[in-house]
């Protein structure tokens, strides 16, 4: 596609529910990257696919959430049991995997826990 | 390790004042350091890159920073504001392991 697609735009929980959000890189980037952004906090580092090689999960903050990429392409953030500090716009990105090139952003999903 | 630190979270300057957004970095290798943008209801886009080429690097929309070895800096700069120019900036540190980390953000208002 023509750029990073994510869905749903905005999604409405309960707490205690699991959710998964999705991620629809651009064609041919190989690496992918999930943020969360807070009000006031910035932008979290998650966790980074590149290529085949395992993912970078240090910046999960717990063990509720979990991604994958299938196939080098799609990613799926799951966040299961959702509390209501999971709520804030969570935001994938991708590039053509070098530290030097610009990260491409998807517009984001906006979570809310209630 | 690498890390970056955005001095002051809210800016706020009168249309045509210069614009100057803090930023320091902390890198154990060599950083590419980068400047994005956020407007309302959009998502981040690109403002300008340093990847160790020129230290003064020029990006669009008239924004410009300049990387101080000695300082650890990446500041912004615009000489004149304009409306338009009002967003939430973020700086950014790429240092080993292709990883991104990304300083907290400041949301820049102009006063006409």
């Known amino acids: 596609g023509a750029g990073v697609s994510q869905s749903p735009s905005n999604k409405v929980t309960e707490k205690g529910k699991d959710v998964e959000l999705r991620c629809d890189p651009i064609?041919?980037?190989?690496?992918l990257y999930w943020y969360r952004q807070s009000l006031g906090q910035g932008l979290e580092f998650l966790i980074y696919?590149?290529?085949?090689?395992?993912?970078?999960k240090s910046g999960l903050p717990s063990d509720r959430f979990s991604a994958e990429r299938t196939g080098g392409s799609v990613s799926t953030l799951t966040i299961q049991r959702t509390q209501q500090e999971d709520s804030a716009v969570y935001l994938c990105?991708?590039?053509?995997?070098?530290?030097?090139?610009?990260?491409?952003f998807g517009s984001g999903t906006q979570l809310s826990v209630l | 390790a690498q890390s970056v630190t955005q001095l002051g979270s809210h800016v706020s300057v009168s249309e045509g004042a210069l614009v100057l957004l803090r930023c320091n970095y902390s890198?154990?290798?060599?950083?590419?350091l980068f400047w994005y943008v956020q407007y309302p209801n959009q998502g981040l886009q690109l403002l300008l890159k340093?990847?160790?080429?020129?230290?003064l690097v020029k990006g669009i929309n008239g924004f410009e920073a300049e990387f101080k070895k000695s300082e650890t800096s990446f500041h912004l700069t615009k000489p004149s504001a304009h409306m338009s120019d009002a967003a939430e900036y973020f700086c950014?540190?790429?240092?080993?392991?292709?990883?991104?980390?990304f300083g907290t953000g400041t949301s820049l208002t102009v006063i006409p």
């Open positions: 990105a991708s590039s053509q995997g070098q530290r030097n090139e610009k990260l491409f």
């Open positions: 064609s041919g980037h190989t690496a």
């Open positions: 696919f590149q290529g085949n090689s395992a993912p970078d």
């Open positions: 890198s154990s290798v060599p950083p590419y």
């Open positions: 340093y990847t160790s080429a020129a230290t």
């Open positions: 950014a540190v790429s240092g080993a392991g292709n990883q991104f980390y």
